[in-house]
């Protein structure tokens, strides 16, 4: 099988860089292990949130300089800042293609309520997240939080409390409690968001749950629920802010995060839509190489069929994702054995106290400035390193994963657009 790139990995970078691909009129195929890391995200995607000094960042355009500075390694750095925000507009755009509603600017972070009520710096959001601007607050005066019963993935005590504290709003707390929802409740292991949308989101449902939400708000300005409504769109919670006759936002729960999910849907959806392969369940095992370039992959359920790639974008994450390994004595790439940030002390890996920045999330490949991937510290030509099995920064405390994941992604694949542009081939 023969294509103009194989991109490993099916997350937030893999799919956005396999689209972008698409969208070129390149014939890219994905091929994905396993879950993507987007069905335990927030929803919420981040550019940056704070440089690693600690210091907040209002504006990430303006904070790419000292960025440079303090973390040379970063990914941002290595791109610049011009190809950074290019980037990042371009991904915006790219978002919005897909159907997926989102407000923010790459050029000011906003602040999203976060599911124990406290506000994050962020980049984009979903339409159903509350978020106040860097230097303003909500815009009513009375909420309700309102929790579900037996449902034990969200607090509403604890979001009331921050609310309450944080922005001096008067909030309340209430309890959702339908018969229809008796079932699952029997069950705490089924008891899931997920689950609880599939029944809530169902139109026999919606007459109970308008009525019950509407008595619940009493002369409350805004309610806010956990994010267990509207599976598959948006739908569900327009209607019932329309019928309730206030506004009605959501926050994330434990995963499995509907909100993530959904933009993983939607990623998916529009990576078929342009006629891109998918490969779910299977694994690149190695790859076959002409001197300092690859010319095929094997994977597991293709043994005797290698993938042919013009080039090849390992999109694989971190740990989390087995994008990167570990033994007791080294952090290594799995696949490709690259280059990797790394301590050579075992020691060094991590802190004890859990809440500071902890060194091994900055740990994973290597790459030139044009994200290339190094193998030996030279780069292979046709083999780029996007997203989280990237080195040199810090996506929690930085507050920049969903960031690099995009920015990298799309790099990419302009630069193999443009590789196969001037050799003068012709898309597969």
């Not at 890219?28 to 704070?50: E, H, I, M, N, T």
């Not at 960042?57 to 303090?70: D, G, I, K, M």
């Not at 019928?243 to 995963?255: F, K, Q």
Request: proline share 7%; net charge neutral; aromatic share 6%.
């Amino acid at each position: 099988m023969k294509f103009d790139a194989v991109v490993i990995g099916g997350g937030l970078a893999g799919l956005s860089c396999a689209i972008s691909l698409a969208e070129q009129g390149l014939r890219p195929a994905v091929v994905s292990a396993g879950q993507s890391a987007l069905f335990f995200s927030s929803g919420s995607l981040d550019l940056l949130a704070r440089l690693p000094d600690g210091t907040p960042v209002a504006s990430p355009p303006e904070a790419l300089a000292a960025l440079a500075q303090q973390a040379p390694h970063h990914p941002y750095s290595l791109l610049g800042a011009r190809e950074v925000m290019a980037r990042a507009a371009q991904a915006q755009a790219l978002l919005a293609r897909c159907d997926i509603a989102l407000v923010g600017r790459p050029a000011q972070n906003h602040l999203r309520v976060t599911p124990l009520g406290t506000r994050r710096a962020t980049w984009l959001s979903p339409r159903e997240v509350p978020v106040t601007p860097w230097d303003g607050a909500l815009p009513w005066q009375k909420v309700v939080i309102v929790g579900i019963e037996g449902f034990l993935d969200f607090e509403a005590s604890i979001v009331a409390a921050s609310l309450a504290a944080e922005q001096g709003l008067a909030a309340g707390t209430a309890c959702l409690r339908l018969p229809a929802l008796d079932r699952l409740r029997a069950n705490p292991s089924e008891f899931r968001a997920v689950n609880i949308a599939r029944v809530l989101d169902l139109p026999e449902s919606f007459p109970a749950l308008a009525a019950e939400l509407s008595r619940l708000a009493g002369d409350a300005q805004c309610l806010i629920l956990p994010a267990c409504i509207g599976l598959d769109s948006p739908e569900p919670l327009e209607r019932l802010r329309a019928a309730v006759d206030r506004p009605i936002y959501l926050l994330p729960t434990l995963p499995p995060s509907l909100l993530g999910m959904r933009l993983y849907q939607a990623l998916r959806q529009r990576l078929n839509r342009l006629g891109g392969v998918f490969m779910p369940g299977d694994r690149v095992l190695k790859a076959q190489f002409d001197g300092r370039r690859i010319v095929s992959v094997t994977t597991r359920n293709h043994a005797d069929i290698p993938l042919r790639a013009r080039q090849v974008v390992l999109a694989g994450g971190s740990f989390f994702s087995n994008g990167l390994a570990t033994n007791r004595e080294r952090v290594y790439e799995p696949v490709f054995g690259l280059d990797v940030h790394s301590h050579a002390d075992r020691d060094a890996w991590s802190r004890a106290d859990f809440f500071v920045p902890q060194p091994y999330l900055q740990y994973g490949v290597k790459t030139d400035n044009r994200l290339r991937a190094l193998l030996g510290g030279e780069p292979i030509e046709n083999l780029y390193a996007v997203g989280a099995v990237l080195g040199g920064y810090d996506p929690l405390s930085q507050g920049c994963g969903a960031g690099v994941s995009l920015v990298s992604a799309l790099h990419a694949a302009g630069r193999i657009a443009l590789s196969l542009e001037e050799n003068h081939e012709p898309a597969l």
